[in-house]
């Protein structure tokens, strides 16, 4: 009935287990249809460097999950995408065919942990994404903030009323000395608790 490959994975499983801190883990099947394949993934450099799987179902359920593991390790993830149920079948030297639907839940579990992998990397890239123009942004304001003196600033009646709302005194007033006229933003910003977000959207409107 059972191939003596299929009897050896189901008593003796290599793939059996969990992984601690797997990169992504899927699960396909229903305890009502009588069969759950779970399978974890880790993976580095686009390769699948390690799987494993917990399967509650029959011999053939229990002995796909096993070989499924065997195929996908040390592929990258475009060559596990492309593992089918019958290269499962074929390495277990074949199964009773009412059996078959076992080595397609095997499949369907590795391809839904790979589609979530996938969608977790995307997710990461957008965010590394978002992180890098938010730096960019605060390294573009921190050296308009160290280079731009008040004396740098257009000369004009716009520029004395932004720096009159915010409580900078005038610096085209006689009273302001030739030195004050060289502080930075940055420098003027910490001396009067300046809203500098604030002061330099004023000045660029």
Known sequence: MYSKEVLKRFKN???????KNAD???EVGNLKCGDIIKVFLKVEKDKIKEVKFQTYGCVSAIAASDMLCDLAKGKTIEQAQK????????????????????SVM?????????????KNIKKGKTK???????QQRTEKTGKILASTTLAKLPQNIKTQKTLAKFGVPCISCP????????????????????DIKGLLTELNK
């Open 13 to 19: 499983p290599k793939n059996a287990g969990e992984i």
């Open 24 to 26: 992504v883990v899927a």
């Open 83 to 102: 593992i089918k149920f019958k290269d499962i079948l074929n390495k277990l030297q074949g199964l009773p065919p009412i059996k078959y639907h076992c």
């Open 106 to 118: 095997a499949v369907e579990a590795l391809q839904k942990a790979i589609t979530e992998y996938l």
């Open 128 to 134: 590394d994404k978002q992180k890098d123009k938010a």
């Open 175 to 194: 009273h302001v000395h030739e030195e004050e006229n060289s502080l930075t933003l940055g420098q003027v910003a910490k001396m009067y608790g300046l």
